[in-house]
């Protein structure tokens, strides 16, 4: 059974400074719970229905330093940010913060200004979707420790690296090609494979900033043949993925 004081604080982390001051984040869903037990990621405790724990007891039993607490739904749903609270959630350590700067002969997705939670953890899953290790952030991005963002990575942030760091001084230190995507650039199905490169996507309103803009080496553009104004960045995203890494 949970004390006052222990669902406080599991309350408090649906706060990015208490994520940050903890160093510690909750990660809401059946499906996501039972991944991140599989990938030995480090969790500290599941709360979860007696039916769930019971589904998964076998997993649990090789994993002897999580602490698990039988909830009821009830109590799921003071300690859930969502709407309809899942049958378990887990508390997690964040991982240690990684190097930035890819390494030659990969491809990775830089995020400028990305602010909905939603689109951050689409984005987080394309990147998993087509293979690519590694996300960098600006620090203006929505927090992918947000639990409405963990929720819509459905599992992908396992196996995805996320870093946060300025986009313009990656681009500054880094001798990888860069594709900005832009309602005014190069048509994209010009563009052949590409084997190394960053993928850079702007904020869902205004796009990529003038200065990354000018250090990109490529700007890309989806080709348009109906009247819409733009793409959605997670969709476009997905798209230019589609079409440079297959």
Same mark, same amino acid.
Do not use: F
């Given at each position: 059974? @949970? =004390?006052?004081?222990q669902?406080k604080?599991?309350?408090s982390l649906?706060h990015?400074?208490n994520r940050?001051k903890?160093?510690?984040?909750?990660?809401?869903?059946?499906?996501?719970?039972?991944?991140?037990?599989?990938a030995?990621m480090?969790?500290?405790?599941v709360y979860?229905?007696?039916?769930w724990?019971?589904?998964?007891h076998? @997993?649990?039993?090789?994993l002897?330093?999580?602490?698990?607490?039988t909830?009821?739904?009830?109590?799921?749903?003071?300690?859930?940010?969502?709407?309809t609270?899942?049958?378990a959630?887990a @508390?997690?350590?964040?991982?240690? =913060?990684?190097?930035? @700067?890819p390494?030659?002969?990969?491809v990775?997705?830089?995020?400028?200004?990305?602010?909905?939670?939603?689109?951050m953890?689409?984005?987080?899953?394309?990147?998993?979707?087509f293979?690519?290790?590694?996300?960098?952030?600006?620090?203006d991005?929505?927090?992918v420790?947000?639990p409405?963002t963990?929720?819509?990575?459905?599992?992908?942030?396992i196996?995805?690296?996320?870093?946060?760091?300025d986009?313009?001084?990656?681009?500054?230190?880094?001798?990888?090609?860069?594709?900005?995507a832009?309602?005014?650039?190069?048509d994209?199905t010009?563009?052949?494979?590409?084997?190394e490169?960053?993928?850079?996507?702007?904020?869902?309103?205004?796009?990529?900033t003038?200065?990354?803009?000018?250090l990109a080496?490529?700007?890309?553009?989806?080709?348009?043949i109906g009247g819409?104004?733009?793409?959605?960045a997670?969709v476009?995203?997905g798209?230019?993925?589609?079409?440079?890494?297959?």
């Open positions: 059974m @949970l =004390s006052k004081a669902i604080y599991i309350q649906q990015k400074k940050q903890s160093s510690q984040y909750i990660a809401e869903g059946d499906k996501i719970v039972q991944e991140l037990l599989q030995g480090p969790v500290k405790a979860a229905t007696a039916d724990l019971e589904q998964h076998t @997993l649990l039993a090789k002897p330093a999580v602490t698990v607490t909830v009821d739904t009830a109590i799921l749903k003071q300690l859930s940010s969502l709407t609270p899942n049958r959630m @508390l997690l350590d964040m991982p240690a =913060s990684t190097d930035p @700067l390494a030659p002969g990969t990775v997705m830089a995020l400028e200004g990305i602010q909905d939670p939603g689109n953890g689409t984005l987080i899953r394309i990147a998993d979707w293979g690519i290790p590694q996300i960098i952030c600006s620090p991005c929505v927090d420790y947000n409405k963990i929720q819509a990575t459905m599992g992908s942030l196996r995805v690296r996320i870093a946060e760091y986009i313009k001084t990656l681009l500054q230190q880094t001798s990888l090609p860069s594709y900005a832009t309602l005014h650039g190069k994209i010009g563009y052949a494979v590409i084997r490169g960053i993928i850079l996507i702007g904020n869902e309103g205004r796009g990529l003038e200065e990354v803009m000018a080496t490529h700007r890309i553009t989806i080709p348009r819409a104004e733009s793409l959605n997670a476009a995203a798209i230019i993925c589609g079409r440079l890494l297959i």
